[in-house]
């Protein structure tokens, strides 16, 4: 009988030490509802303040937890985003209307 005990016990820890980690969910809340064509993630900028030019924000990302920085930048990438600036816990995605390719940007990290 205490054979079952230290059977069950041993699995119930090897189940709860090899499970998967627990996932970083990043919501995107838009503030437009629009769509925008996917940026190449390389090109995306953080910025720490000020933003050069103008500019339109186009929504938010909120997470859960606190994702890789890589992660966010991917994700911002695909909604169409072609510049970050962290606003406490979330970070505001925006594109620049007038941006030409090629250009450069200042203020960047």
């Known amino acids: 009988m205490k054979i079952i005990y230290v059977l069950s016990f041993l699995l119930s820890i090897l ?5 998967p980690p627990v996932n970083q969910y990043i ?9 925008y064509p ?15 030019g103008k500019y ?12 890789e920085l890589d992660k966010i930048i991917k994700k911002a990438a ?5 510049g970050l600036i962290q606003e406490g816990d979330n970070y505001i995605l925006f594109i620049f209307p007038n941006k030409q390719k090629g250009e450069s940007d200042a203020k960047t990290i």
Do not use: H, R, W
Request: with cysteine; aromatic share 10%.
């Open 78 to 82: 695909n909604i169409g985003a072609m």
């Open 38 to 52: 996917p940026q190449n993630s390389d090109s995306l900028k953080i910025y720490k303040s000020e933003l050069p």
């Open 56 to 67: 339109i924000e186009i929504g938010a990302l909120k997470f859960e937890d606190s994702p």
């Open 15 to 19: 189940l709860f030490t090899c499970s």
């Open 27 to 35: 919501t995107y809340v838009s503030f437009d509802n629009k769509s």
